[in-house]
């Protein structure tokens, strides 16, 4: 597929799953294949002129069998892109080029530890989700998300009853009683004892001072560049 090649699709549902994080489904024309972790661009108008466009990257969320794909977006108030979709309402079209990016599941007798914040959890889902993941269920996994408040806090649900896969919620300013971890991402792995670091591949997505932070603590610990995996978010 051509990199340049723009692709219609329409929204089939857009909606608030906390308080600012929407997700949005999205139906392409034809079929749009993709291996589960990678993104695709979106192609808005740009506020400031009318004669241009806007390109902005978003994972997908949904596994790559389903015949949609869904959306995890973090609303950015002051951004130009995010405003704009927000406002899309069902059967509005929008056009999307890729997919792209190589942050995939690799398979390994190491254990996949996944960190995130945020809406960086949506390439998690992704994999997860997909078949691939569904035949082969490793023995164990983490994943561990890291968000300001307890109500920013992703597919609790599904990650809490996912087979096999310890779910940690890192909460860092917590808004009432919170009986989870309290703390960065960081923190918690810095809170580990006698923890097999080196058991593990880590795939790691969201904003880049996590990412830099998480890796200088792991090289730390003697993990290996080989054994990690990351994709930043931008705002």
Same mark, same amino acid.
């Given at each position: 597929?051509?990199? %340049?090649?723009?692709?219609p699709?329409? !929204? ?5 799953i906390?308080?600012? $994080? ?8 034809? @079929? ?7 993104? $695709? ?7 400031? @002129? ?9 994972? /997908? &969320? ?9 959306? &995890? /977006?973090?609303? !950015?108030?002051?951004? %130009? ?5 927000t406002?899309?309402?069902?059967? *509005? ?6 997919? #792209?990016?190589?942050?995939? =599941? $690799? ?6 530890? #996944? ?13 997860l ?17 890291? !968000? ?13 009853? =996912?087979?096999?896969?310890?779910? /940690? ?7 009432? *009683? ?6 960065? $991402? ?5 809170? %580990? @004892? ?7 591949d880590y =795939?790691? &997505?969201? @904003?880049g ?8 603590? %792991?090289?730390?610990?003697? !993990? ?7 994709e930043? =978010?931008?705002?």
């Amino acid at each position: 597929m051509s990199k %340049l090649m723009k692709i219609p699709a329409k !929204v089939i549902r857009n909606e608030y799953i906390t308080p600012t $994080v929407f997700e949005m489904d999205l139906k392409p024309e034809g @079929n749009l294949s993709f291996l589960a972790g990678q993104f $695709v661009q979106f192609v808005l108008p740009d506020p400031r @002129n009318p004669e241009k466009k806007l390109k902005r990257s978003y994972s /997908i &969320c949904s596994a790559p069998e389903t015949n949609f794909l869904r959306f &995890c /977006i973090k609303l !950015v108030e002051d951004g %130009l892109g995010t405003p704009q979709l927000t406002k899309f309402e069902v059967g *509005q079209e929008i056009n999307l080029i890729g997919p #792209f990016g190589k942050f995939i =599941y $690799v398979e390994s007798e190491r254990a996949p530890f #996944f960190i995130s914040t945020g809406t960086g959890i949506a390439p998690f889902y992704s994999m997860l989700d997909s078949m691939k993941a569904r035949q082969a269920l490793p023995k164990k996994a983490i994943s561990l998300l890291g !968000v300001r408040t307890e109500d920013e806090i992703l597919y609790d649900d599904y990650m809490s009853s =996912y087979p096999n896969l310890d779910w /940690i919620k890192a909460v860092s300013r917590p808004k009432g *009683q919170w009986d989870g971890f309290h703390g960065r $991402v960081t923190d918690y792995l810095r809170s %580990l @004892n006698n923890f097999a670091y080196n058991d593990y591949d880590y =795939y790691l &997505c969201g @904003n880049g001072a996590m990412i830099k932070e998480v890796k200088e603590f %792991l090289a730390e610990q003697g !993990v290996e560049k080989k054994q990690i995996y990351q994709e930043i =978010y931008f705002k």
